[in-house]
């Protein structure tokens, strides 16, 4: 059976201060989620903070991106491995911003994938197609060219150790959902394809939904058969907001 997973993506958001009033605050409250399983990925700069304010806690956190290389002479860039010494669990990979402001491939994406698992970080693989991709009916397509570069590098049963959140970037900070049904679709094509090398993998492995996902649309999103909980943007810089989408996951 397959746990539910919420994830914060704080994006380039955050401050020491507030920071610390928002963790405050959810480690207060954290307690009521008994049966879900909690992240936060935080801007690089504040993964020390987080491992000091989260350690013993049940919230794991992690990054929102990492290089395709070991080390060395990439200007700007930050290493898997550099993750280890904050004690994170989790990386994003491939998310649309990523992707779509910043030209990362299908490839490069999966070499990124692949650099997560080699140090044993959890890598939550980002898919999901541009509303003009959605309206000429491409959004299998797109999906599954995303998911297949992944399987093609790292092999399928790669996908045992790693989260995948279904973004359709038309929803993310939009304020327009997938309905529960559009989401639901694209989870359970997400899951057949999977099925077809490994059914093992297809039921284990967790998909999140990410896209405008808030405290009154999670229940019904989550009530899904195969959406296994949210990666959540805006939302999850409120700290009331952000535990009701994680109650809601239970
Ligand atoms: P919003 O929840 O702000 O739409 O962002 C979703 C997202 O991109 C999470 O990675």
Request: with cysteine; aromatic share 6%.
């Amino acid at each position: 059976m397959r746990q539910s997973l919420v994830v914060g993506n704080w994006k380039m958001n955050g401050s020491i201060q507030r920071n610390q009033s928002l963790l405050d605050s959810l480690k207060e409250n954290i307690k009521s989620v008994q049966h879900a399983q909690v992240g936060i990925c935080a801007p690089f700069v504040y993964l020390r903070q987080m491992s000091e304010l989260l350690k013993g806690t049940q919230i794991g956190w992690g990054a929102q991106n990492i290089s395709h290389k070991d080390s060395g002479a990439f200007t700007g860039e930050v290493a898997a491995s550099m993750l280890l010494d904050f004690d994170c669990k989790y990386v994003i990979i491939g998310h649309s911003e990523c992707r779509n402001l910043y030209g990362e491939s299908d490839q490069l994406v999966a070499e990124k994938y692949a650099k997560a698992q080699s140090v044993g970080l959890i890598p939550i693989l980002c898919v999901g197609e541009l509303l003009e991709q959605r309206e000429a009916g491409e959004t299998e397509n797109v999906v599954g060219q995303q998911l297949d570069a992944i399987i093609n590098l790292q092999g399928i049963a790669s996908l045992s150790q790693s989260v995948i959140a279904y973004e359709p970037v038309w929803a993310i900070g939009t304020g327009k959902t997938a309905t529960p049904q559009q989401a639901q679709d694209v989870h359970a094509f997400i899951r057949q394809r999977i099925a077809k090398q490994n059914a093992g993998v297809a039921e284990n492995v967790q998909i999140l939904y990410g896209g405008s996902v808030n405290g009154s649309n999670a229940a019904q999103l989550f009530s899904m058969p195969d959406i296994d909980g949210g990666l959540i943007g805006g939302a999850s810089l409120k700290a009331n907001e952000f535990l009701t989408i994680c109650q809601a996951a239970q």
